[in-house]
């Protein structure tokens, strides 16, 4: 929507179930108001560009009529009822709202603001017994069944219908995207995740907002439902309070907050919830394309409003919950990488009914971001001499390698607490050679760790020291796919850049090397085509680097304990 000025909306009240501090008939009468404030002209009949009401229309069968523009022309006399007359009148309200005299119909905004391209009608005559839009059209070909009449929606053509109005500056209810602080939509997103039938929206007032949601569910491989969110990044603390859920469509309709790579349908995702009738949980989607888990179940399933809470420190989610946002339950936890630590941070809510929609009560929503303290960098000693088998890092068990079986099968045994953050600890199974430009291959045909930081897969590095720079594709801990990471400098942090879920961790493999920029690929036994995860630029300092795999088993707490990476076919060819 064009936002010259500030737009509030009157939803379609059959589609939701209002529970507000405003009444439907106080609602009914605050937008009243502001149609007068924004429609009547001074004493001179000036007209000014607020002077504009815009109709949603979301299942409109016409792609001209899924959004309308009404101009009033003359000011609205003190005794009509212009808001009724445009949601249920037949007439032309006994000559108060006569087309071409009182009011003309646009396709955009700039339209109507310049009076430009109005609407034309069939036979130059307006349909009033059509509710608001008279059968005409931009072009003045008849449209036929593209109204709505509030007072009979059962008899109405079209039934998702929204009213948007055109009003002064800090009066009455508001879309969120004017919610006060000047940032709009280069700040934030309010769209629909997936495909739902039904499609959403959210407002605010005062600092509560108001979701409108369809939606089969967010859950499984792919969601759907609606997602009003910014960019972040780093680590934050997310709180809300989840007033109500409304109607309840389905006892897994939900409501919460969402963190998410992005607005595909299968991101990775984090989401602390309320639910219609289970309670609060917490779901995660831990690589794209994977299955969404509840890691530690659901909570007091006699919850009809909740306090929750996400916090998200480096790769560790966090679930609470509460009462009185005071005192915090912590109710789950898990591990999520999130794609260069970038993410989105917001509201959402699914009906997890395809053909209903629910709304969703927020309030008390606060992100808070944290400036935790980074590890100065490690200082490295000279490059060890180069060993086709090495313990980097000094893992407590020393790991092993064994060549290639009668089926071509490599198996490479690892230890260690890791390759993540800014010093690794690992068994890498290298060669040493030029750093030139080649692409190195193979296929990961299993890696079974149940620990989340496990590694298996290949890797490129700069040199021996723990710190040192690298770019690393392979096979993630708990079967959470493929990964894709990289230290572009010694000492520096280790990013996650990109994950892909892929059945039992098999895949091709394949890192391309250009100069510093290095490539990741992917894909599956019954794929043709690569799939890319991304690329990035990697610091490597000498003349030579060491290529081949790297094996963690990814804990503190289980230092002791092996994950075995089994591969083939691997190979390097010059580029």
Not at 35 to 44: A, C, E, P, Q
Not at 46 to 71: E, L, N, Q, V
Request: include cysteine; charge should be negative; hydrophobic fraction near 30%.
């Amino acid at each position: 929507m064009q936002a010259l000025a500030a737009w509030t909306r009157e939803k379609n009240p059959t589609a939701i179930t209002l529970s507000r501090q405003l009444t439907n008939r106080a609602r009914s009468k605050s937008l009243k108001v502001l149609i007068v404030l924004s429609l009547r002209s001074n004493t001179h009949n000036t007209f000014h560009s607020s002077g504009i009401i815009h109709r949603g229309c979301a299942d409109c069968t016409s792609p001209d009529h899924k959004h309308i523009y009404y101009r009033r022309l003359t000011p609205i006399p003190e005794d009509f009822d212009l808001l009724n007359h445009l949601l249920n009148g037949q007439s032309n309200a006994d000559g108060r709202n006569v087309w071409k005299v009182d009011f003309e119909l646009y396709s955009t905004y700039e339209d109507a603001v310049n009076n430009v391209n109005p609407w034309q009608c069939p036979n130059d005559s307006f349909d009033y017994r059509n509710t608001f839009v008279g059968e005409c059209s931009p072009s003045g070909q008849r449209v036929r069944n593209q109204q709505i009449r509030f007072k009979d929606v059962g008899g109405s053509p079209v039934r998702n219908v929204g009213f948007y109005v055109d009003k002064p500056e800090d009066a009455g209810i508001k879309d969120f995207l004017d919610g006060g602080s000047g940032e709009r939509s280069a700040l934030y997103r309010d769209e629909d995740l997936g495909h739902p039938m039904k499609k959403g929206s959210t407002t605010e007032n005062d600092g509560t907002y108001h979701m409108l949601c369809g939606g089969s569910d967010i859950w499984g491989t792919k969601d759907e439902g609606h997602y009003k969110a910014r960019l972040e990044s780093g680590d934050i603390d997310v709180v809300v309070r989840v007033d109500s859920i409304r109607p309840i469509t389905n006892g897994w309709a939900k409501a919460g907050i969402l963190l998410r790579s992005s607005y595909e349908d299968d991101a990775v995702t984090a989401f602390a919830l309320l639910s219609g009738e289970n309670g609060v949980g917490l779901h995660t989607r831990v690589s794209k394309g994977n299955s969404m888990t509840m890691p530690g179940g659901n909570f007091d399933q006699d919850q009809t409003s909740s306090w929750v809470k996400l916090q998200k420190i480096g790769a560790h989610i966090t679930f609470s919950y509460s009462d009185d946002g005071v005192v915090w339950t912590k109710r789950a936890e898990d591990t999520v990488f999130f794609p260069d630590d970038k993410f989105f941070v917001g509201l959402a809510c699914t009906s997890h009914r395809s053909d209903k929609v629910t709304e969703a009560t927020f309030s008390n929503y606060e992100v808070i971001r944290y400036e935790a303290p980074t590890a100065s960098p490690t200082v490295s000693s000279a490059p060890t001499l180069w060993d086709a088998n090495e313990n980097i890092g000094e893992p407590l068990r020393d790991g092993e390698y064994w060549p290639a079986d009668a089926n071509g099968v490599e198996k490479i045994r690892g230890s260690g607490t890791g390759i993540w953050g800014t010093a690794d600890s690992f068994f890498y199974h290298a060669y040493q050679r030029p750093s030139n430009d080649f692409t190195v291959t193979t296929f990961i045909s299993g890696f079974g760790s149940s620990q989340v930081f496990a590694r298996g897969g290949i890797m490129i590095r700069d040199d021996s020291s723990d710190g040192a720079s690298n770019a690393f594709i392979g096979a993630m801990g708990n079967y959470r796919g493929i990964g894709f990471q990289t230290r572009d400098s010694a000492g520096e942090e280790t990013v996650h850049h990109n994950g892909h879920y892929v059945p039992s961790n098999k895949a091709w493999v394949k890192l391309i090397k250009t100069g510093n920029n290095i490539e990741a690929h992917y894909r599956t036994e019954s794929q043709e085509e690569w799939t890319s995860l991304g690329s990035k630029t990697v610091n490597f300092s000498g003349t030579t680097i060491q290529v081949g795999y790297a094996v963690t088993v990814g804990s503190d707490e289980n230092q002791w304990w092996y994950a075995d990476l089994y591969a083939k076919d691997y190979s390097i060819e010059e580029n």
